[in-house]
């Protein structure tokens, strides 16, 4: 009943004036007008249902929240969970969770594309989510007692979860249908992207949780110093990564390719943007890449190219599935909108939108490790799979 009201709702929204300056990837895009045509609802249809909230409606009104929602109910018109309005608030504190440094509480979120549903993916270690007990899979309810609608974009339910250090946040998460309440305190976390280890038998393990600006310096630090411990073998793992930024996966593909497509885009008129690898060496090594169903966006245009140029064996579960790209839009009040525009392909022209990367060997994690926030690299059976195919590799 929430969704029919909302879309019912949505259709009497109007925006009657909203320009949008596209800046994406340093280049000025067009300007766009809506101007209460082409089916949108009059200017006039907005005064009177103004005018009827000013006189009949009971509470106090927050002007600037019935302003935002007015744009953020557009947004949600197009029924794609991924395009959103963000308030200038929203926007800096996204801005700031890409840097890879904000205050919160150390917990990964992914909301499902079907539901609306929002689960932790990963728990930061030593975070204050980690402290407090919240555990892969629990899945968020309520923030501040109050549920989650599912008309909620993930970016605004981060927004609230995250706030000033030092202060409390009050969140219930359903961990096996059973509400379980936390009080946690903020603090600031400075977000490890990548973490590695040199494992037995000169293998090299490098584990990317998310894309973020400071990823790439992460990588090339993790695998300059693997080098000098005399890597001869490499696992990366892309479990649970729920993707970030376009350009990072990119610069980290060109290590593994050296020369050739990486991915390539087409938006809604058929244009084609190629992304590609230009770097003079390619890797050589043995490389088995870890992947599950939490391994979205930019993690599976990382693992879609490794399979398309047979340079690693994909080992783990189906990934995720999501084949488009959202490009952020920064307003000129500093509000922003993130819309699709367009499909990503993998270099052999695969689209695996909602259908996923098959590994080349399947291996389902043990059930009993599926809830840990931190699983012992030696009963990790999904790894040590990745493991056994490279030691079969010459």
């Known amino acids: 009943m929430k969704k029919k009201s909302m879309k019912g709702m949505i259709k009497n929204i109007v925006i009657i004036l909203l320009v949008l300056i596209c800046i994406i990837e340093g280049a000025v895009l067009k300007v766009f007008v809506f101007d209460g045509s082409d089916g949108v609802a009059s200017t006039a249809k907005l005064k009177e249902i103004k005018a009827l909230i000013d006189r009949y409606y009971l509470e106090d009104v927050d002007e600037d929240q019935l302003e935002a929602y007015t744009y953020k109910g557009l947004l949600a018109g197009l029924g794609d969970p991924y ?47 980690e402290e407090a007990g919240v555990k892969a899979n629990d899945i968020l309810y309520k923030i501040e ?10 970016s605004e339910v981060v927004s609230r979860v995250k706030g000033k250090e030092g ?21 600031q976390i400075e977000n490890p992207t990548v973490e590695y280890e040199m494992l037995d038998q000169s293998i090299g393990y490098i584990q990317i949780t998310e894309f973020e600006e400071v990823t ?35 610069s980290i593909a060109d290590q593994f390719i050296g020369e050739g497509m990486i991915v390539y885009t087409e938006d809604k ?15 050589d ?27 690693g064996t994909l080992v783990g579960t189906t990934s995720f599935g999501k084949g488009i790209v959202q490009s952020t839009i920064k307003l ?62 010459k």
Not at 145 to 154: N, T, Y
Not at 357 to 382: A, F, G, H, R
Request: aromatic fraction near 6%.
């Open 83 to 129: 395009s959103t309005y963000y308030t200038k608030e929203e926007y800096e504190d996204l801005t700031e969770s890409m840097e890879g440094v904000f205050s919160g509480i150390g917990a990964v979120l992914q909301q499902d594309a079907d539901d609306g549903t929002i689960k932790v993916v990963r728990v930061i270690k030593d975070s204050p989510a």
């Open 145 to 154: 007692g109050k549920e989650i609608s599912s008309d909620e974009d993930l």
């Open 167 to 187: 202060t409390n946040v009050n969140l219930t998460f359903l961990r096996n249908e059973e509400e379980i309440d936390f009080t946690i305190t903020r603090k």
């Open 216 to 250: 790439v310096d992460q990588f090339e630090n993790a695998m300059e110093e693997l080098e000098k411990d005399g890597m001869e073998k490499l696992v990366l793992d892309l479990r649970d990564n729920p993707g970030g930024l376009l350009s990072s996966i990119v």
């Open 269 to 283: 008129n058929g244009n084609r943007e190629e992304y590609t690898a230009d770097s003079k060496e390619s890797f």
């Open 285 to 311: 090594q043995p490389l088995a890449v870890l992947i599950n169903g939490n391994s979205a966006s930019a993690s599976e245009i990382l693992a879609g190219a490794i399979q398309d140029y047979k340079i």
């Open 332 to 393: 000129p009040d500093g509000s922003a909108l993130k819309l699709t525009i367009s499909s990503y392909y993998t270099p052999e022209g695969r689209n695996i939108h909602e259908k996923g990367i098959d590994p080349d060997v399947e291996v389902e994690l043990d059930e009993s490790l599926e809830d840990q926030s931190s699983i012992k690299k030696s009963e990790d059976n999904q790894l040590q799979k990745a493991i056994e195919v490279l030691e079969n590799e």
